[in-house]
């Protein structure tokens, strides 16, 4: 069998924002939701003239230099399980490697894959980033073209699994910002664990499409607001940007 090949559609060698601790990044071309609020929508076609084609040796390489300054790597998109024989393959070799297996290996995942997918990546990986557009199903067909059940079954799984280092909301005005459907929220994530971690980001319409650059960016007031409702519904470790 030939040696999977991932598509890319750009890497970032040092990032912040993806996950704990100073990252490197590869952005996956190709996502199995649609979502109004995606700030990456070039990366949804499953096929692009600007995406790239790398081979797993090529990608560490990529990260190789940058290793001295890295806490670890990531995956993003686009939706990077849906190249999972490719991730798996990555987050192989990166734990081989005598000068790279230190560092930690996370999937920032929207959640809509398959069970199997997680059993895969699991004995690879060291943690997940699973956005949660909503918990409604009704209104996260609506903002991400998508069933949430997955979603959800992804949350519990990795969660079983000690893998699961933070849910991700992101918040959009009037949108899915309701006092009910945030601590209904938290009263579901914190019956799978009592300890999660929540990330709060605030919408904001850069890179957004169409459809989505008329939706308001939430306030300082409403990131307060925010804030106290899942701190009153019970999150203790939470994030709010």
């Keep these: 069998m030939s040696p999977p090949l991932g598509l890319l559609a750009d890497v970032v060698p040092f990032s912040w924002v993806d996950g704990p601790g100073n990252r490197f990044v590869a952005f996956f071309q190709g996502c199995s939701f649609d979502c109004l609020a995606c700030h990456n929508p070039h990366t949804i076609p499953l096929a692009s ?3 790239r084609q790398v081979t797993v040796e090529g990608l560490v390489d990529e990260v190789r230099p940058h290793a001295p300054f890295l806490s670890g790597v990531t ?14 393959a990555f ?4 734990k081989g490697d005598p000068g790279l297996g230190r560092l930690t ?3 920032d995942t929207n959640g809509g894959c398959a069970p199997e997918v997680w059993d895969a990546l699991v004995p690879v990986m060291d943690g997940a980033m699973v956005d949660l557009k909503a918990l409604d199903p009704v209104l996260h067909q609506r903002v991400a073209g998508a ?5 959800l079954a992804s949350i519990r799984q990795l969660a079983a699994a000690g893998r699961l280092y933070e849910v991700r909301l992101l918040v959009v005005p009037g949108v899915n910002d309701s006092p009910g459907q945030l601590a209904a929220t938290a009263e579901w994530l914190l019956a799978v664990d009592p300890g999660l971690r929540v990330k709060v980001i605030g919408f904001r319409p850069h890179g957004v ?4 650059r008329e939706w308001p960016e939430p306030t300082e007031g409403q990131r307060t607001a ?4 899942l701190t009153a519904a019970g999150v203790r470790e939470l994030v709010v940007v």
């Design 105 to 107: 290996t996370f999937v």
């Design 226 to 229: 925010y804030r106290a409702a």
């Design 49 to 51: 003239v600007h995406a």
């Design 147 to 151: 069933s949430n059940e997955p979603v």
């Design 75 to 88: 995956v993003s998109g686009g939706e990077a399980t849906l190249q999972a024989d490719f991730v798996r």
């Design 209 to 212: 499409r169409a459809a989505a």
């Design 91 to 94: 987050f192989t070799a990166i």
